[in-house]
């Protein structure tokens, strides 16, 4: 009963390091998202990705790379992390194409020295 | 591009008062769903509505889509220190309304005062 499962929970960056963020689901759902949340601007899509081996860009896509090689799996990668990246990330999933709720992740907390 | 504005940002209720928060479109919904984050918690699906004008109720929490399908409501009767959380609209990114990228508004976020 785990659903969406993102790794890790926090991480402490300096800028111009790099990470990447897990996020699995186990619901056999087609379509992942990243999304990442800041006080006051809602949830803003990064990249997301409608089936095992695509990607697509969201709303702010800049400085993050996504790898979707397995249907339950979606990476999250920052190749050289800014300060203006410290966010809450968030993961979802959904199985239908045109209709659907989102099944969020609990949330991976970053902060960017 | 397509922006969906949420109102108000905040809301102060004592317990037992009623709260609305609205939700306003730049470009016509094929649909709208409703979360609500708990603080320090993650977005959770409360609904979604697709039909022009239709009105739907969880309890004591009615949701709304205007007539245009550019605008909705969602209304929570009598407060509960409960409901205490913040609350986003999401509408689809593009008109057709699918490959599912939804754009949230910035959320009404709703204290509850025992």
């Known amino acids: 009963n785990a659903g969406v499962t993102q790794t890790p929970k926090f991480r402490v960056l300096k800028t111009g390091q790099s990470m990447t963020l897990l996020c699995a689901q186990d619901?056999?759902?087609?379509?992942m998202y990243w999304y990442r949340q800041d006080p006051g601007m809602g949830l803003r899509l990064i990249h997301y990705?409608?089936?095992?081996?695509?990607?697509a860009k969201g709303e702010v896509p800049d400085g993050y790379n996504v790898s979707r090689l397995k249907k339950q799996n979606f990476l999250l990668g920052l190749e050289s992390a800014a300060p203006s990246q410290t966010s809450v990330y968030f993961c979802?999933?959904?199985?239908?194409?045109?209709?659907?709720?989102?099944?969020f992740g609990e949330g991976s907390r970053l902060t960017v020295l | 591009g397509q922006q969906v504005m949420q109102i108000p940002q905040y809301q102060h209720v004592q317990e037992g008062e009623d709260f609305t928060t609205y939700c306003n479109s730049s470009?016509?919904?094929?649909?709208i769903q409703w979360y609500k984050q708990r603080p320090g918690g993650h977005p959770v699906f409360l609904i979604q509505?697709?039909?022009?004008?239709e009105v739907k109720k969880q309890k004591r929490l009615t949701f709304q889509f205007g007539e245009a399908k550019k605008n909705s409501s969602l209304h929570i009767t009598a407060t509960q220190t409960t409901d205490v959380g913040t609350y986003f609209c999401?509408?689809?990114?593009?008109?057709?309304?699918?490959?599912?990228?939804?754009?949230f508004g910035s959320g009404t976020q709703l204290t509850v005062l025992p």
């Open positions: 979802a999933s959904s199985g239908l194409a045109g209709a659907g709720e989102l099944f």
């Open positions: 619901m056999n759902h087609e379509y």
């Open positions: 990705s409608v089936g095992e081996g695509t990607t």
């Open positions: 470009t016509t919904l094929s649909n």
């Open positions: 509505l697709v039909k022009s004008g």
């Open positions: 999401a509408g689809p990114r593009d008109s057709s309304g699918s490959a599912r990228q939804l754009t």
